[in-house]
């Protein structure tokens, strides 16, 4: 876990260089055209629906057509312009592993990815194997007969990266940024969050019983009776419905301060008396360290209480729940299609994921720069890098106009909003230097060991870090990842290679369409460093206030008014957007929307107008804005965007299309929007902030 980074969106599976250059040129350098190559539409009116008037919903107006064309496929939950990407990046890193998998000669990289693909592909050897690879562990629980076993076995599970009732990590201090801390979070729980254990509606209690009828069946896999099964199963969901009561509601968890409790391990033991956490921690291979941050204390000391109430076996029964689920994903056919049919009931999905791509998202989550780098030589262009900083410049330039030009906000605070501003780091494509992952062992038969080998050293190298200077050089996404990041701590914004393609942006697109797309991405990074949460992080990270009282409260007003825009929204006809989850994207959304579409007019282009600017019968400005509609495009499963509403900090694709549109003056003078029009706003109701 690591609250800092702050996501362009959680569609496609949750981060350099100093942003001080000053801008050389306004409009990009594109390479001359080619001769044979036909013509593209990149704003296509075959895709839009012209009968919706664009002041009505300028989402269904630009992307009608297209939704209408593009059902979401039976192995998905959702299909958009993300979707889309991720497809190709799925399908690049196929080529990538199968290539990899045939290379007898071409050292370990090869080796490591195309023998950890090959041993995720080969069924018949994991189906052979059924369970076999967890019963070590299963054994191992069986064994503990008191609480200090019990501590014990969680604290060696841990080190296996089997981390149960609670989270644990290590990661920058936000008060002391150039150092590492180790930290704990609340957590124990499987569904994706506290709501479904607490509430009471249809919805909530459909998921519960699928849920509970899962971990019957799971367990009957693991050898267990059907009365035994059942009676497991409850165990585990008054564990779990006790540890989402202890839990903070997701929106509390956005505050930075609030969940900042920095502990002697002294004082956090003597907090959860049942609890030594300076022998836990020696047991995670922590030493040397009498600090840690705590997540919400409350939280630790509901769970010494529950583990003190609560018989031993029913906690063993907890923990070998918590060794099948972390493995089902990873074991024979039959581990893996239970887990499907509990996730067909929580997200809708119809099939399965092809297993090639499980396989290959899964080598790119747990080796991720030795792949990286394989798709980095074939797939992304080193032009490409270039032409980003470029952008960035002209962004940085116009969000630098803005922050200048702020009617609410003192001249003292402007001068720090600057230097945080300037102070940005950029990341664009991929790392400078990558990670070797030396100690991990990939075998071509062996798919759980690989697993497991690469999860433990995803854990060893984390505690390695302690002791060590703060590595600014490491990033928080994989260059395959279709997705931007903004890291509050580190005050950087990062662009993986695989997000620099269209829609999003492409070298023989126009201005119109790169700063519609990606150049609006860029912006809402940057804004990411001054939302609700990300404003409270000082030029070099740091958690400090830089805010003047008066300066604080003006922000906080137009906050508030970007939080009940939102709140007024609903999906499913009845389910409200939450205001307060969503408000740092979507004040992301509107920051960089505008801040792009003003760097936009100081391109040729954007300067352009009359008929002779026009492209495929759209100006200039009505471009720029299509572009933007047509990023958000997405078609998403109703069980999906039920539980993506609960615990997305994102506002489903209409909404962060139409939210910021109808605060943009330039939108209403490119489209005619009216009084009378249903996304009218009069201008002086506009939410400006940044």
């Avoid at 050897?125 to 069986?142: H, N, S, V, Y």
């Avoid at 729980?189 to 009471?200: C, F, I, Q, S, V």
């Avoid at 040729?604 to 026009?614: D, L, T, Y």
Wanted: charged residues 25%; positive net charge; glycine residues 6%.
């Amino acid at each position: 876990m690591n609250h800092q980074l702050t996501f362009l969106s959680a569609v496609a599976l949750s981060v350099g260089l100093m942003a001080a250059t000053p801008p050389k040129k306004a409009t990009l350098p594109r390479p001359a055209p080619r001769p044979s190559a036909v013509p593209r539409k990149f704003i296509d009116p075959q895709n839009m629906d012209m009968s919706v008037k664009p002041g009505d919903n300028f989402y269904q107006y630009a992307n009608g057509n297209w939704l209408r064309q593009n059902a979401i496929p039976a192995s998905k939950t959702s299909w958009g312009s993300f979707n889309e990407l991720r497809e190709k990046s799925l399908d690049a890193m196929k080529t990538l592993l199968e290539d990899a998998s045939k290379s007898t000669t071409k050292g370990r990289l090869y080796q490591m990815v195309g023998d950890y693909y090959v041993s995720g592909m080969d069924s018949a050897t994991i189906e052979k194997r059924g369970f076999d690879p967890i019963k070590p562990d299963l054994a191992r629980i069986d064994k503990v007969n008191n609480k200090a076993a019990l501590l014990d076995e969680l604290a060696y599970q841990r080190t296996q990266s089997n981390g149960m009732l609670f989270g644990f990590f290590v990661s920058q201090d936000r008060k002391n940024v150039s150092k590492y801390l180790p930290q704990f979070s609340q957590g124990g729980t499987t569904l994706p969050d506290r709501d479904y254990y607490l509430k009471n509606d249809a919805r909530s209690q459909k998921i519960r019983d699928a849920y509970r009828d899962n971990l019957t069946k799971m367990f009957a896999l693991i050898g267990e009776e059907p009365t035994q099964a059942s009676q497991d199963a409850d165990v585990v969901m008054r564990v779990e419905t006790a540890l989402a009561k202890a839990q903070m509601p997701r929106v509390e968890l956005r505050d930075p301060y609030k969940t900042y409790n920095k502990l002697t391990v002294a004082n956090f033991s003597q907090q959860t008396p049942g609890i030594n956490w300076a022998d836990q921690l020696t047991k995670y291979g922590v030493k040397g360290q009498d600090t840690v941050l705590v997540q919400s204390p409350a939280f630790f000391k509901s769970l010494d209480s529950l583990i003190t109430a609560t018989p031993i076996e029913d906690l063993r029964t907890y923990m070998r729940w918590n060794i099948v689920k972390g493995a089902a994903p990873y074991l024979s056919d039959a581990f893996v299609k239970q887990n499907f049919a509990f996730s067909k009931v929580l997200t809708g999905q119809k099939e399965q994921t092809p297993r090639w791509q499980r396989i290959s998202g899964l080598i790119d989550g747990s080796l991720g720069d030795l792949l990286g780098q394989l798709y980095v030589q074939q797939y992304f262009k080193p032009e490409a890098k270039q032409r980003m900083l470029t952008l960035v410049d002209n962004l940085e330039a116009s969000y630098k106009e803005h922050i200048k030009n702020l009617d609410w906000m003192s001249e003292d605070t402007k001068k720090k909003a600057l230097t945080k501003l300037l102070a940005f780091k950029r990341k664009i494509g991929y790392p400078d230097k990558w990670k070797s992952y030396e100690g991990v062992t990939i075998a071509r038969n062996d798919f759980f060991g690989n697993v497991k080998s690469a999860s433990k050293w995803q854990y060893n190298y984390m505690i390695n870090r302690l002791g060590k200077p703060v590595d600014k050089t490491e990033w928080g996404m994989t260059p395959p990842t279709v997705n931007a990041y903004y890291n509050a701590v580190n005050n950087e914004i990062a662009f993986p290679a695989a997000i620099l393609q269209f829609p999003f942006f492409d070298f023989d697109a126009d201005d119109a369409v790169n700063y519609g797309g990606i150049g609006a991405v860029i912006g809402h990074e940057m804004t990411h460093g001054f939302d609700d949460s990300g404003r409270q992080y000082d030029a070099d990270g740091t958690l400090r206030d830089w805010w003047t009282k008066a300066d604080a409260d003006n922000f906080k007003k137009r906050a508030d008014q970007v939080k009940e825009q939102f709140f007024g929204f609903k999906v499913l006809d009845s389910i409200k957007v939450n205001g307060q989850l969503t408000l740092g994207e979507n004040l992301a959304d509107l920051g960089g929307l505008a801040i792009a579409y003003d760097a936009f007019k100081k391109t040729a282009q954007g300067k352009a107008n009359g008929k002779k600017s026009m492209i495929d019968g759209f100006t200039p400005d009505q471009r720029f804005f299509l572009s933007w509609a047509q990023v958000w495009r997405i078609n998403v499963l109703p069980e999906t965007q039920a539980q993506l509403i609960m615990t997305d900090p994102h506002a489903p694709g209409i909404y962060r299309c139409n939210g910021p549109l109808a605060n943009i003056d330039a939108w209403y003078q490119a489209f005619n929007i009216q009084p009378g029009d249903k996304m009218y706003k009069k201008p002086e109701d506009r939410i400006k902030v940044w």
